[in-house]
């Protein structure tokens, strides 16, 4: 069947610019995550859905940062006045509840100049 | 502080030898992951583990739990050149007051012919 995926897949972005990434999970996986993967490095934990509340938002690195899941499914997580910072590639993954094995996506490689 | 931390960060090695990656985590967890990432792909799931002294194997690889030690092992056997990946594990448990995959920093590992 149809593995979680992510767009776009890259994205290049000028300082302070807006962008959103979006998410489909594998139907019927109930929980979802979001990571962020520097150059070199593992993925760090950014936020968790359940559904769709947002249960866990503790890894967002600033306020710039927001992510949702209006309707369980699809999640979106948006990035306002990027910043050079940000750069990275960012995971989702998700899961069929929370203690299953998580299956992530190809990623979307954000660039910002 | 939770800390997973893998060692070695790289690893040459050559067709048909055994090594070991070691995976030491500073608390006890539910769970722990091995994941595999080929460059500029996504990651996979090889091993889940969920109980002191579980092993399990898939091919040329073998993972393994101590809780005690709290020490992960992934043991390769005769290396062939398509095992060259990234490894990482991960610990999966409630820290910080969110449910949340720890990664480590990740295993580079190149097989030469």
Known sequence: ?113 | ELKVEQNPLFLSMQEGKNYTIYCNYSTTSDRLYWYRQDPGKSLESLFVLLSNGAVKQEGRLMASLDTKARLSTLHITAAVHDLSATYFCALDGVWEGGNKLVFGAGTILRVKS
């Open chain 1, 1 to 113: 069947g149809a593995g979680v995926s992510q767009s776009p897949r890259y994205k290049v972005a000028k300082r302070g610019q807006d962008v959103a990434l979006r998410c489909d999970p594998i139907s019927g996986h109930v929980s979802l995550f979001w990571y962020q993967q520097a150059l070199g490095q593992g993925p760090e934990f950014l936020t968790y859905f359940q559904n769709e509340a947002q249960l866990d938002k503790s890894g967002l690195p600033s306020d710039r940062f927001f992510a949702e899941r209006p309707e369980g499914s699809v999640s979106t997580l948006k990035i306002q006045r990027t910043q050079q910072e940000d750069s990275a590639v960012y995971l989702c993954a998700s899961s069929l509840d929370r203690v299953e094995t998580q299956y992530f996506g190809p990623g979307t490689r954000l660039l910002v100049l």
